[in-house]
């Protein structure tokens, strides 16, 4: 059965670059019918899609965050990781990864969650 | 602001139907799959329907998707008190070249 788990810090001072990882097992991150992706939720909000990376193909990021956004994908690792620079207060979030369906859309299964808090 | 266009919330009793608006444009539900998301209170999103209206596996039919030019929506039928949470339509846009969800939708069972 295919599980992701998000790692990474759940503090980060602002300024700082966040970096996340999700780890995959049950499956492998080389498929061409898949991408790997992460998707937001800021307290007492709904979700924001960051962006996706098909493991051998070209990034697709939220415009929104595309200038600080940087999603990568390590095949030996059965990794993919999510770096946010120049981080604030209002990037303080739950950070989800999940598997996205290439040219579907729709996420499945996503990883549960990890809480990030910007602060000093 | 999403793209994609949510009541913010809907209600009904239990036992009775109600449906869920997900309302966009050209760019990316009138020429795109929707998928619907449920999440209950402090979980992470499920995924309820994808393709405009395939239920995966484990889902029960009293969940429905149905997509229209460049609306979708999401029915519910028996309500069950079990089913307050929020909902999210979600789909690829072409002119962004990337994934939108709608706001979401508190479904609150009376």
């Known amino acids: 059965q295919l599980q992701l788990q998000e790692s990474g810090p759940g503090l980060v001072k602002p300024s700082e670059t966040l970096s996340l990882t999700c780890t995959v097992s049950g499956d492998s991150v080389v498929t061409t019918i898949y991408y790997w992706g992460w998707t937001r939720q800021r307290p007492g909000t709904g979700l924001e899609w960051i962006g996706g990376l098909m493991f051998s193909g070209r990034p697709y990021y939220n415009p929104s965050l595309q200038s600080r956004v940087t999603i990568s994908v390590d095949t030996s690792k059965n990794q993919f990781s999510l770096s946010l620079r120049s981080m604030t207060a209002a990037d303080t979030a739950i950070y989800y990864c999940q598997r996205g369906r290439m040219g579907e859309d729709w996420f499945d299964p996503w990883g549960q969650g990890t809480l990030v808090t910007v602060s000093s | 602001q999403s793209v994609l266009t949510q009541p913010p919330s809907v209600s009904a009793a239990p036992g009775q139907k109600v449906s869920i608006s997900c309302s966009g444009s050209?760019?990316?539900?009138?020429?795109?799959?929707v998928s619907w998301y449920q999440q209950l209170p402090r979980t992470v999103p499920k995924l309820l329907i994808y393709n405009n209206d395939k239920r995966p596996s484990g889902i029960p039919d009293r969940f429905s998707g149905s997509k229209s030019g460049t609306s979708a929506t999401l029915g519910i039928t028996g309500l069950q008190t079990g089913d307050e949470a929020d909902y999210y339509c979600a789909t690829w846009d072409n002119s962004l070249s990337a994934a939108v969800f709608g706001g979401g939708t508190k479904l609150t069972v009376l």
């Open positions: 050209t760019f990316n539900i009138g020429s795109k799959y």
